[in-house]
């Protein structure tokens, strides 16, 4: 009796003082809007997105673009490219959308949970496949976001992914997020488990991994460290 209560208070303890504090120190604005990296070619809604046909407008330079409502819904566009120095002719392009319920979670984390008929597209020039659309229904973590003000850009959002590398910043577009509806727009047959689908569980794995560590690199202009518990902004 007594060891139960102690641990349950040793147990909650932590949880409690870790609540995050949504002041201006943590975000000068709320998270609800639409918010779009670089040069904001890359916007979520229907100029990205065709799900009824699992289609694609290719925006005019790449980058990704996260639009959040008050009740609980967000969207996700992604453009990215990648290439590497010893083939520097297998560039590879993905295109990714998703949209779902998200949660802002006690500890400061966002988990994002997709209706399921997300899809993204893959080009690679080099591989054996070079051109192939597949379905993308990844529950995403954000360990912890902030929102500050940019002398330039004016309110820029810092997501930092689930290994705590940082997202590039993205810049409010509009306080009203540009969505496409908030439920299922196409039909998806959930994957089965049987012997034959194996190897194609597997691809979509390692796709789904590399997914995952988005944009990590193309980080430019603030270097954000994350320390304990705060969070040291360095501008480079
Ligand atoms: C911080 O974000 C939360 C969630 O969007 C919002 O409720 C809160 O008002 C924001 N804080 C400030 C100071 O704008
Ligand atoms: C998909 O549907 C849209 C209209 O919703 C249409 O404009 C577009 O051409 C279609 N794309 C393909 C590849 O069928
Ligand atoms: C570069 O890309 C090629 C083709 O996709 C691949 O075979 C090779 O392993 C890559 N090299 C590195 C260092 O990632
Ligand atoms: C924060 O909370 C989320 C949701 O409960 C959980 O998935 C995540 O692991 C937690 N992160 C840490 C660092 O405890
Ligand atoms: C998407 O993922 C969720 C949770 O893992 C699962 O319950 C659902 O069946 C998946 N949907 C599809 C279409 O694969």
């Given amino acids: 009796m007594i060891i139960a209560s102690l641990l349950s208070l040793l ?28 040069s904001q070619n890359v916007v979520t809604g229907s100029g990205f997105a065709q799900p009824a046909n699992e289609s694609f407008i290719y925006p005019k330079t790449t980058g990704l673009s996260y639009s959040f409502t008050t009740d609980g819904y967000y969207e996700i566009s992604r453009y990215r490219m990648t290439g590497n120095g010893t083939t520097p002719n297998c560039i590879t392009g993905v295109m990714n959308w998703c949209h779902g319920t998200y949660a802002l979670n006690p500890n400061g984390s966002i988990t994002m949970t997709p209706f399921g008929d997300g899809y993204q597209q893959i080009q690679d020039p080099c591989a054996a496949i070079s051109n192939f659309m597949e379905n993308y229904n990844d529950t995403e973590l954000y360990v912890l976001w902030n929102i500050y003000q940019d002398a ?85």
């Fill in 11 to 38: 147990l909650a303890v932590p949880a409690f003082s870790q609540d995050i504090v949504y002041d201006a120190g943590h975000n000068v604005t709320a998270i609800y809007g639409t918010w779009s990296s670089g």
């Fill in 152 to 236: 330039v850009k004016g309110y820029t959002l810092q997501l930092y992914q689930f290994d705590g590398s940082p997202l590039p910043p993205q810049y409010l577009m509009s306080t009203s997020p540009n969505m496409l509806p908030t439920q299922p727009l196409r039909n998806v047959t959930p994957p089965t488990t049987s012997a034959g689908n194996t190897q194609n569980a597997l691809v979509l794995t390692a796709a789904n991994a590399g997914e995952r560590r988005w944009g990590a690199a193309s980080l430019t202009g603030v270097l954000t460290v994350i320390s304990g518990l705060g969070i040291a902004s360095l501008l480079l």
